[in-house]
């Protein structure tokens, strides 16, 4: 893999957890990589590679972004979201979808390059003020954040999907009086119209996003423990083999070992690896 130019300064703590990192082009019909993502210190975008398992001190991101494939130039969208993560990183910022909005389009694309998006799915770790390790759980469009406490035999979705499935769910539940449930969203099943995406970063080639919003993201903070596992992860991965049939981590898993066996899953699966696929798995010691 390319490495980028990014250097962090780490905290002076012993590691509290290891991390592997898979992403591959898959059969995608546009015969691009439109996956990025980051990774402790560095961003990558890569046709296929999967990382050693590395150790993780605190603080750390871990993030994916995956270009909406309606451009054919989206990777450049999600390249673009994973370097304004580590300019931000490196500075020791807060990393907000408002920031990262602003670091996009700064940049003047091609005009050929105007309208290509992307989604974000990120996690950053740190200690609160007891000595917690907490979790800090962000998201823009369809990519998704998996947690698996220690013990537990299934996954557990974080992230409610930016969708229209979504918005129709929510919009019943509305005329109902009442509110939805976390279990109705991000129903299984391969995309479909209903899985447009409403939520994402798109590059512009002209000064209009100054008067533009950032796209809405939803951000949470979980406590983890040891022994917790965490997957930060592209729709190529979910939406082609959901999170039930994914295998059990224990602390004896080999991590690589265990995302080469996601991604061979979804190359055996219906949708035949339709999609690019990245994903980010993170174990607490």
Known sequence: MNISSNNHAAQNMLPTAQACAITFQGNASNNLQQDAFFFLDNWYQEDLGVMTVTSVELPFCLAVSDGVASSNHSQ???KAVVKAISRLWSEQK??????????????K?????????????????EL???????????????????????????WQCLTRDHNLLNELIDQQAQEQGRYAEFADYNREGMAGSLY??????????????????????????????????????????????????????????????????????????????????????????
């Open 76 to 78: 450049h969208c999600s």
């Open 196 to 285: 447009i995406i409403t939520e994402c970063f798109a590059l512009t080639s002209d000064d209009s996003y100054t008067s533009s919003e950032a796209p809405e993201s939803m951000s949470r903070t979980i406590d983890v423990n040891s022994g917790d596992c965490m997957l930060v992860c592209t729709d190529g991965i979910h939406d082609l083999v959901p999170s039930h049939e994914w295998q059990p981590v224990s602390a004896e898993t080999d991590l690589q070992h265990w995302l080469i066996t996601l991604k061979n899953q979804v190359y055996d699966s219906e949708g035949n690896a339709y999609d690019n696929g990245t994903a980010i798995l993170v174990r607490f010691d």
């Open 128 to 154: 609160d003020s007891i000595g917690t390790i907490e979790a800090t759980i962000t998201h823009v469009g369809d990519s998704r954040v998996y947690w698996l406490t220690k013990d537990a035999s299934q």
């Open 109 to 125: 694309h091609s005009s050929k390059r105007h309208g290509a998006a992307a989604t974000l799915a990120m996690i950053v770790g």
């Open 94 to 107: 807060s990393i907000r979808s408002e920031g990262l909005h602003q670091l996009i389009n700064k940049t």
